[in-house]
């Protein structure tokens, strides 16, 4: 059963650290990684999944600011709308391949916010994400970093 439960931690974990909710889910991803009870590829399946849907959550929250009403709300005068809008056209769908570094919230929001197409937002965060958890794996392992 522990380890049930510690599959659940982690999924909440990593879920919230993909929210504006200030959280890091490395630390819970390596200390169960060290107790060695669970297959590393188990710990990245079910923490990129707690993070892709954490920023699922991210993006609604962005989609339902993306009015005259949330925007203002978010800071975005019609001015930086316009200028987010241009600057998402040129490098915002794949800036959500930097999702998972600091900031990357607020990108996950404004792609909410400025409409990117659901099945791209999906497909660009999920190897975002899934790659990050790799990456973290591979230095828990030694093997990288």
Known sequence: MLTGTSLVGLFVAAFLAA???????????????AQGTLAVWLLVAVAS?????????????????GGARGARWLGLTPERRAKAERWFARWGVWSLLLSWA???DFIVALAGALRV?????????????????????????????
């Open 102 to 104: 600091p900031g990357g």
């Open 49 to 65: 999944v707690g993070n892709i849907l954490g920023s699922c959550v991210t993006y609604a929250f962005g989609r339902g600011l």
């Open 117 to 145: 197409p659901l099945p791209l937002f999906l497909t660009l965060l999920t190897i975002a994400k899934t790659l990050r958890y790799v990456a973290v794996a591979l230095i828990g392992l030694g093997i990288w970093g």
């Open 19 to 33: 929210t504006p909710i200030p959280f890091q889910s490395e630390v819970v991803f390596l200390a169960l990684m």
